[in-house]
């Protein structure tokens, strides 16, 4: 194998898997930052990312003197070049906002090529791993106005809370650049994971990240409706999703139903997607049907608690006091961003609700940005006499709770469960009035 030397710009949570990973598959890496900070806290073993097994990839890098971490992009060139022989991959791991209008913002990419574009050795290939729109390799090009370094697109397929694992054992890797061997040689990075390879130009490659990222939005949107649907017609929707993921064509995983899509991903890169399209003259109606139904899926969570709560679709929750169990915007990570917990929390603060709520991955000192939300860190004084208790995070913590207890604190034994995550028999036994998500209620 090819001992690559590796600069990695960014030290966010792509970037410092990236980092992490290549370092463990045995290339030198350095990984640089801005944030000075941050580089500080790195250089000192402290990991502020929740991400299983990466300070234990981190700490093996640093040991084995294959990974190292500086503040600024030159300063990675810098510290490559000392060892006698300078980059020869650069990975772009930066921010992409939502912009306006739900454009793509750039900013950060382009700050970084025009630090660097005087300092890069020539032969080196510049790989762009952030969520970009169709045609950024080639802008990247243009501003680089260096013919001698190739641009080349490898998106990252990770999830929060799996990132490593996702990393080392891809379903796929994509590489897509439009000057010949370029993509070959990014490719032959993650040779020793086996995965299959897409080899392409650079806007396809650019085209697929934005392509997996909504196709997954739209199979929870339609997963969503057809919940929704079951309730209507008293079919149930685990059983019914059981029955189609059997399909290898349709395949059971992101197949739960919840309280909408969310994230720091699936909501920027679906209206990312849907602007590119606007500019081309495309009208993406499946998408907007897609992003529209995850909307209506928060205030149909908000009807949800209305209703059993009150006993009536429009029954006022004004003063009701509600327990919110989970805040993140999935489980297994503390990330807020995005969250379509926080979104339901809002609609239920507007309609009058107080809330108190518990996140077993949050501090109780944790900023939640909506006025009025009171934060515990114990799930059984979160429950002291609500009038329901209402799950949106699918924390597998919160199955093992003390029913029974929490039966007798809470002013009325009511579950809004929007993840469909405790066992209706169980709580029902413990005394509580169940609701899930396109469930037949006799289940
Ligand atoms: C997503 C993609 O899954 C990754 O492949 C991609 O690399 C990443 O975005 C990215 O672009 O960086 P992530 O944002 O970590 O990953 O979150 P997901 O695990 O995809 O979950 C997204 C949302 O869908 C969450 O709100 C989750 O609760 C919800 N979800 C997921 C469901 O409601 N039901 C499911 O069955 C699965």
Redesign the pocket.
């Known amino acids: 194998m090819f001992v690559r030397r590796i600069a990695v710009v960014g030290a966010g949570y792509?970037g410092l898997t990236t980092a992490a990973c290549m370092a463990s598959l045995g290339h030198r890496v350095v990984c640089a930052d801005l944030d000075e900070d941050k580089i500080g806290r790195l250089q000192a073993g402290e990991i502020d990312i929740r991400e299983p097994g990466l300070a234990g990839l981190v700490a093996e890098g640093v040991a084995a003197g294959r990974l190292s971490f500086v503040v600024g992009a030159t300063g990675a060139l810098d510290e490559l070049a000392a060892d006698a022989k300078p980059v020869e991959v650069i990975f772009l791991c930066l921010p992409t906002p939502m912009g306006v209008g739900g454009v793509a913002d750039l900013e950060a990419i382009e700050a970084v090529l025009e630090e660097l574009r005087e300092k890069l050795p020539s032969g080196c290939v510049l790989v762009n791993k952030s969520?970009v729109p169709v045609g950024t390799a080639e802008r990247a090009t243009e501003l680089l106005m260096r013919s001698d370094i190739p641009v080349v697109s490898n998106p990252?397929?990770?999830?929060?809370?799996c990132a490593v694992r996702?990393f080392l054992n891809p379903d796929r890797v994509v590489v897509g650049s439009d000057v010949s061997d370029a993509a070959e040689r990014v490719a032959a990075l993650y040779a020793r994971l086996g995965a299959p390879t897409v080899l392409t130009d650079a806007a396809s490659a650019e085209m697929v990240?934005y392509a997996?990222?909504c196709f997954?939005a739209m199979k929870?949107s339609y997963?969503n409706a057809i919940a929704e649907l079951c309730e209507r017609l008293n079919a149930d929707i685990v059983d019914v999703t059981e029955g189609i993921g059997y399909d290898r064509r349709i395949g059971q995983?992101?197949?739960?139903?919840?309280?909408?899509?969310?994230?720091?991903?699936?909501p920027k890169?679906t209206q990312a997607l849907l602007q590119v399209a606007d500019a081309v003259d495309f009208e993406f109606r499946l998408l907007r049907a897609t992003i529209d139904t995850n909307i209506r899926q928060y205030q149909r969570m908000v009807d949800k608690v209305r209703e059993a709560v009150t006993g009536k679709r429009t029954g006022s929750l004004r003063w009701k006091r509600l327990a919110v169990l989970g805040l993140t915007?999935?489980a297994g990570?503390d990330d807020l961003r995005?969250?379509?917990a926080l979104a339901v929390v809002a609609q239920l603060r507007q309609a009058g609700a107080e809330l108190i709520a518990y996140d077993p991955a949050l501090p109780a000192d944790t900023r939640i940005n909506t006025p009025g939300v009171v934060l515990v860190d114990d799930p059984y004084l979160v429950a002291k006499d609500v009038d329901a208790i209402v799950i949106l995070?699918?924390w597998a913590d919160f199955r093992s709770l003390d029913w029974p207890h929490l039966a007798t604190i809470v002013r009325r034994p009511v579950i809004i469960d929007t993840r469909n995550l405790l066992d209706p028999d169980v709580v029902r036994r413990a005394g509580f009035y169940w609701v899930g998500v396109g469930r037949t209620l006799n289940r």
């Open positions: 792509v969520t990252e397929f990770l999830r929060e809370g996702d990240k997996a990222n997954l929870l997963v995983a992101f197949l739960s139903p919840g309280p909408g899509w969310g994230g720091s991903c699936l890169d915007f999935k990570t995005g969250s379509p995070t699918e």
